[in-house]
């Protein structure tokens, strides 16, 4: 398989500002997503999709290639993945006539992810006649849908999933196993980024990863977080 990996990183983040390449154990936290990239061999091309010049001359940097910069209707709070990825594909295949078979979507935000969980995903995606493969986190005990309520109009609640009678799940042992979408890894054919309506089409399959490699960076708190792990442990991947 001819494999590229896309690491999008839009200059105008809100939550955390700048934080694409915000330090983060003494380098950008990009820069642990280029690394781990790199250092996963069946991987043919690391690419980074920002609208930012200077996010694109730190990944240029740390290794990534940036051949293009993306279009500032691209980059906004709203903008689905599909279409920065479909851009990317479109411009690759007209300027470069490179064609990849699958493209790995690596999020900037997930810097504990390692080489291992790229290549788990890489060889599901060989070994099974799937759309996409995409990483996830088993849900437990208070977080569990199964446990959740909502407010209705009046402020009374309700099952957050409609027919589930909340008291028959009084305990943990009985919950049906759940799974949360992590963004660590998700692996998809450039086909179906290209010519299905759903970006991760119709065939999706599920790879659990712990959740000590998923934490995820949105907010001040994540980043506090993060290095606090950081100076324990000494390294992301």
Avoid at 3 to 8: M, S
Avoid at 172 to 189: H, T, W
Wanted: charged share 25%; glycine share 6%; hydrophobic share 40%.
């Amino acid at each position: 398989m001819i494999i590229l990996a896309i690491i999008p990183a839009r200059g105008g983040s809100k939550g955390v500002p700048r934080k694409n390449i915000r330090p983060l154990g003494g380098k950008p936290l990009i820069a642990h997503t280029i690394e781990v990239a790199l250092k996963t061999k069946e991987i043919g091309r690391v690419i980074v999709s920002t609208d930012d010049e200077e996010i694109r001359m730190v990944a240029l940097g740390y290794g990534a290639e940036v051949p293009f910069l993306r279009p500032k209707e691209l980059a906004q709070d709203d903008t689905p993945d599909r279409h920065y990825l479909v851009h990317a594909l479109d411009w690759l295949r007209v300027n470069e006539h490179y064609i990849p078979d699958v493209v790995l979507l690596l999020r900037p935000t997930s810097p504990f992810r390692r080489v291992e969980h790229i290549e788990r995903v890489l060889v599901m995606m060989k070994t099974m006649k799937a759309d996409s493969i995409r990483t996830v986190t088993l849900v437990e005990g208070t977080q569990h849908p199964y446990w959740m309520y909502h407010l209705d109009d009046a402020g009374r609640a309700r099952p957050f999933i409609e027919g589930i009678e909340i008291e028959k799940y009084y305990r943990r042992q009985l919950l049906l196993s759940a799974y949360r979408l992590n963004g660590l890894v998700d692996c998809i054919k450039s086909e179906v980024i290209l010519h299905h309506g759903r970006l991760y089409g119709d065939d999706m399959r599920l790879l659990p990863t712990p959740a000590s490699a998923s934490l995820e960076i949105d907010t001040e708190d994540d980043f506090t977080i993060c290095q606090a792990l950081l100076n324990t442990h000494g390294s992301t991947n």
